[in-house]
């Protein structure tokens, strides 16, 4: 679904409306809100690794006179 995207994506399947449990959980907005929440925290947290990653700088070589 996702291959050859331009752009980042994420693809989430939280339930499925062909289960009646599902069809239940999704009707609920508190629960709707909980699978919000729980994606939004998890790409934050994905972000929040690429950020911290280390950079390191070397010094220009200092041409001898």
């Not at 999704?26 to 998890?42: C, H, I, N, T, Y």
């Amino acid at each position: 679904m996702l291959l050859g995207a331009q752009m980042p994506a994420v693809l989430v399947e939280v339930a499925y409306l062909s289960n009646r449990q599902d069809e239940q959980l999704l009707s609920d907005p508190s629960f709707r809100q909980k699978v919000a929440e729980s994606v939004a925290k998890g790409i934050r947290g994905y972000h929040d690794t690429l950020t911290k990653t280390t950079t390191v700088t070397l010094d220009a070589p200092t041409l001898a006179q």
